[in-house]
């Protein structure tokens, strides 16, 4: 059979792997939690509807302490003025901002539709009296001009009440000098909406930076001192973190393999040479998820690059297994049958994350699967193309007597080797310590420190928690907004009762047309208006005549068309309503935030039944932790079938059981030993400790594979040894590294790799020659 020519097979990779670099090009890079979510779940897609462009993620909290309160307040006042001529932010409140006029004319002209605590008793004489009192005490204030503003046609205050309601959200918080502060004063207070959505992490950025600018203007010459907080807010400083992080372990582990490949084979072509199968299995990785999902979930490279640092080990058996007797070609071909079975089984243990319902898991599996197939494939037929036939590297010295005593069967220590795996199994059984990290907060890299700040932000200027709300479908808007109402009234008892402290929704602020309509109906007529209020300015010092105009809205609002949502389209008042309620997919979506939840149980047990409608009550921590827990099951019933795959495919290649066990049980030692010294630790299995495991079980069924080879002679041996430590020394470094991160994701995942990778190592050493020979 002829040999394919060297420039052809060359030619062939070049075309292959610049047109998966053209579809990597092409293809977009998605944050989106979506894919790693169940596409079945109507509550998970709620989730991550909220998690992406919920109201509460648009919020960023502003805090300016320090200098004198005078200060504070004259620094608030002159940034909210400054933010409010920003395009970024929808809405900017600091307790004395006001609406564009325009807007501020509609919602006067509708008040009367609009204010929830109109009913007819707020006409009668008494209570006009004590209306027409307040207002004759704040017309002696030296700041009422806007009370004189709106007097004539407002004697009962709905404006003032409106904007009460429209600024200040769920609670207001405490006024000082006009503007708003913490309880205890030290801290001003200001509330930005963005307009873009908490999850979009390159305009939070801008709205982050605009803030900060906007701050260094107004705080100059004084002592104030900004703290700002918000889901944006957070999410850039993780992604500057795990960025910033990142970078430099990767320069830090990229020169430290390159170094150890040249002390161990003392030549740069050996560098290059490692690198392409590397190259390649990105290159296909990404390439295949592009076609398959149509964009690629930056996740996926996260994970699957250090799934895919097995990889760098098929050069690495070549260069170590070099013989001056035989050519390149046929050292890859004595090589290959071990190999194969090293590629089949590290790609059926990927088959755990391969789940139609778990679209992201599925990038992860097609990603690795995609790129160890073309790091072996490169291996295997191009590297020999690239060298000289006789090529060898300058490796040091022949390993000496001392790599024979290493190899040296020693029963005795495999059977207490054994024997400890399964004592410490047992142990771990019988303790049964907690074992799963459901809870994503505790891999955040978000110090501690600020996340105090939020909760102290939050607190203290009433603004909605991130992690309770309620989520109501209906087909209309109009449905939306009356069940919202339902599902209102009964917050309000269950707020009386002490089980939250306060909720929001659109409700408040655009009552439904079916409340507007009855609010016109309990207006009273303009003769019994006219009368009650001659009646109660008696002794009253107000010009005859001057609430003229009251009567004539009065009038007006009890003919007006109920004010839509469409009405508000392209107003700030729009905007805030249309965080609240809003169109989507199954229709129209009204979000009740919660705030002061202290049983969310008893909340949400009692949710009234909706007729043309649904209710979810959303704990977003509990139904995050929920997910996890999912998708953690969904890939370890997966893993249990690719194990079982992987023993038959063994089978297969080695035609002997005992072959197999000395192959296999080694990496099912070590991944008891990794596990118990986790938990041993202190840590608790997160999805990133999973999915470590993965290359855990990719990296020790090679080496046992290796370790194990019959019938290989002393040189060979000892070439296979220097060839896995060389293996086993690269990642020892690479994930050590990683292990010693202050972000918790790469500690996790250097740390169960460093682990696994020693536990591995030991384990075939210790283990898969002693197996291979007494069972003989």
Not at 123 to 136: D, K, N, P, S
Not at 348 to 353: D, F, I, S
Not at 400 to 423: I, M, N, Y
Not at 644 to 652: G, S, Y
């Amino acid at each position: 059979m002829r040999s394919v020519p060297r420039w052809l097979i060359q030619t062939l990779w070049l075309v292959v792997a610049l047109g998966c670099g053209w579809i990597v090009l092409a293809t977009p890079i998605a944050a989106d939690l979506a894919l790693f979510v169940p596409r079945a779940d109507p509550v998970a897609e709620l989730l991550l509807e909220q998690l992406r462009n919920g109201p509460t993620t648009r919020l960023i909290l502003i805090g300016l302490d320090g200098d004198s309160e005078t200060a504070r307040a004259a620094a608030s006042r002159r940034m909210a003025e400054r933010l409010r001529g920003n395009a970024l932010f929808a809405r900017v409140a600091n307790g004395a901002d006001m609406l564009p006029d325009a807007e501020l004319r509609a919602l006067f002209a509708h008040r009367y539709l609009l204010s929830p605590g109109l009913t007819p008793e707020r006409f009668t004489v008494e209570r006009l009296r004590t209306a027409l009192q307040a207002r004759l005490a704040e017309l002696q204030s030296p700041l009422a001009v806007f009370q004189k503003r709106w007097l004539a046609s407002d004697p009962t205050g709905e404006l003032m009440h409106l904007l009460r309601l429209w600024q200040g959200g769920i609670r207001e918080p405490t006024k000082r000098l006009g503007v708003w502060f913490s309880p205890d004063g030290a801290r001003a207070l200001l509330l930005v909406e963005t307009r873009s959505s908490g999850y979009d992490l390159i305009a939070q950025r801008q709205a982050v930076t605009a803030i900060r600018d906007a701050f260094a203007d107004v705080s100059q010459g004084t002592a104030v001192r900004l703290a700002m907080s918000g889901p944006g807010v957070l999410a850039t400083l993780a992604e500057d973190q795990v960025r910033a992080s990142a970078e430099w372990l990767s320069v830090l582990a990229f020169g430290a393999v390159v170094l150890i490949l040249l002390l161990v084979y003392r030549s740069t072509r050996t560098v290059w040479l490692g690198a392409l199968p590397m190259l390649a299995a990105l290159l296909v990785g990404a390439a295949a998820v592009g076609l398959i999902f149509g964009k690629i979930y930056l996740i996926t490279f996260a994970f699957s690059m250090t799934l895919l640092g097995e990889t760098l080990d098929y050069p690495t058996y070549v260069f170590s297994h070099r013989r001056a007797a035989e050519s390149v070609a046929e050292t890859v071909r004595q090589l290959w049958p071990t190999l194969r079975l090293c590629v089949a089984t590290t790609m059926l243990g990927c088959l755990a994350m391969l789940d139609s319902d778990f679209a992201g898991l599925s990038q992860l599996g097609v990603f690795t699967m995609a790129g160890i197939a073309a790091a072996v494939a490169t291996t295997r037929w191009l590297l020999p193309t690239l060298v000289a036939t006789h090529w060898t590297p300058p490796q040091p010295a022949a390993i000496g007597p001392w790599a024979d005593a290493l190899l040296r069967p020693r029963p005795r220590l495999a059977l207490v080797l054994g024997s400890g795996g399964f004592v410490v199994l047992a142990a771990v059984l019988i303790k049964a310590p907690p074992l799963w990290e459901n809870d994503l907060a505790a891999l955040s890299p978000v110090p501690r420190e600020l996340v105090r700040l939020d909760q102290e932000l939050r607190n203290a200027s009433g603004a909605p928690e991130i992690g309770h709300l309620i989520i109501v479908t209906a087909p209309d808007a109009e449905t939306a907004l009356r069940h919202s109402e339902t599902v209102g009234a009964y917050l309000a008892r269950r707020q009386a009762e002490g089980l939250l402290a306060a909720y929001d929704g659109a409700m408040r602020y655009l009552p439904s047309a079916q409340s507007q309509q009855r609010r016109q109906a309990e207006l009273p007529d303009a003769a019994t208006l006219a009368a009650n209020l001659k009646l109660a300015l008696e002794g009253l010092p107000f010009k005859p005549g001057l609430f003229a105009p009251f009567l004539d809205a009065i009038a007006a609002a009890r003919t007006a068309a109920p004010l839509r949502p469409v009405d508000l389209s392209a107003t700030l008042l729009g905007v805030r309503v249309g965080t609240l309620l809003f169109a989507g997919e199954r229709g129209w979506t009204a979000l009740l935030p919660l705030s002061g939840v202290r049983d969310a149980r008893a909340v949400a047990a009692e949710l009234p039944p909706l007729e043309n409608g649904q209710v979810y009550y959303l704990d977003l921590r509990a139904e995050t932790n929920r997910l996890v827990a999912g998708f953690r099951e969904a890939a370890l019933q997966r893993l249990a079938w690719g194990v079982a795959l992987i023993v038959a495919v063994v089978w297969v290649g080695l035609r002997s059981w005992r072959r197999v066990a000395a192959a296999l049980l080694p990496v099912l030692l070590a991944l008891i030993f990794t596990v118990a010294a986790l938990l041993a630790l202190g840590e608790r299995l997160s999805l990133f400790h999973l999915v470590s495991l993965l290359l855990v079980l990719g990296v020790g069924v090679d080496y046992g594979l290796f370790f194990s080879r019959p019938g290989a002679d002393a040189d060979l041996r000892r070439r296979t040894l220097h060839a896995l430590l060389v293996c086993c020394g690269s990642a020892l470094t690479v994930f050590g590294m990683l292990s010693i991160s202050a972000l918790p994701a790469l500690r996790a995942i250097g740390l169960t790799v460093g682990l696994g990778v020693a536990a591995s190592f030991i384990a075939a050493l210790v283990a898969a020659r002693p197996l291979l020979t007494r069972m003989s």
